[in-house]
């Protein structure tokens, strides 16, 4: 069965620094992967999906991620981090287009002034 | 945003009791999930339903039932609320065009927080 690993629980950096999150998969094949964020108290917001074709995926609010195939990755970046970043973010997966999406533990994101 | 509601907010119940979570949509979309998040787990599927009347388990159904009536609403039912079911539940719901196309962006709702006492 397909996982997906987000090795960092929490991470802390300052505003205005560039943020990397870290996000592996297990699974043979390409799958369908996707970044959300969670804010306090709110509900999941799609950043972005990769299903196939250019590695990099823009999303929105500024964050980008790419797909490593050797590595079985899909990082997401940011190059200058805001307050309004400060929030949980998931990585998910999928095998194919009819199968269930399965989410990592997440990352929780804390910005210092 | 989409149209994604979920009654109540916030509930607290004792162990035994019946619960019903309600989910109601404005987007008139096919597929419709209930996650359950707690910490250090993230996110885990509790029942999805993909049309009126048409539903499968997730990962971690035992426990929950649910119906889907009319397209707009999803009930999750705790027939007998345990401690363990204390979480923060979330819908979902995802458009489609045909087939099962569960990959296609999810909608989450606000969230209800469920304290079983």
């Known amino acids: 069965a397909q996982s997906v690993t987000q090795p960092d629980i929490h991470i802390t950096v300052s505003e205005g620094a560039s943020l990397e999150l870290r996000c592996n998969y297990s699974y043979g094949a390409t799958p369908y992967l996707f970044w959300y964020v969670q804010s306090p108290g709110q509900g999941l917001q799609l950043l972005l999906k990769?299903?196939?074709?250019?590695?990099l995926v823009q999303g929105i609010k500024g964050f980008e991620a790419e797909f490593k195939r050797s590595q079985s990755s899909f990082n997401l970046r940011k190059p200058s981090v805001h307050w309004s970043d400060a929030a949980e973010y998931f990585c998910?997966?999928?095998?194919?287009?009819?199968?269930?999406?399965?989410f990592g533990k997440g990352t929780r994101l804390h910005i210092l002034p | 945003d989409a149209g994604i509601t979920q009654s109540p907010r916030h509930k607290v119940t004792e162990t035994g009791t019946p619960v019903t979570l309600r989910c109601h949509q404005t987007?008139?979309?096919?597929?419709m999930y209930w996650y359950r998040q707690d910490p250090g787990h993230g996110l885990r599927l509790i029942h999805y339903s993909y049309g009126v009347k048409d539903t499968d388990k997730g990962e971690v159904s035992d426990g929950y039932s649910v119906s889907r009536s009319k397209t707009e609403d999803f009930l999750l039912t705790l027939e007998s609320a345990t401690s363990s079911q204390t979480s923060v539940y979330f819908c979902?719901?995802?458009?489609?065009?045909?087939?099962?196309?569960?990959?296609?962006?999810?909608?989450f709702g606000p969230g209800t927080r469920l304290t079983v006492l």
């Open positions: 979902a719901i995802s458009e489609t065009e045909t087939g099962r196309k569960i990959t296609d962006t999810q909608y």
């Open positions: 990769y299903f196939s074709g250019d590695t």
């Open positions: 987007e008139n979309h096919r597929y």
């Open positions: 998910a997966v999928a095998m194919n287009r009819d199968d269930k999406i399965i």
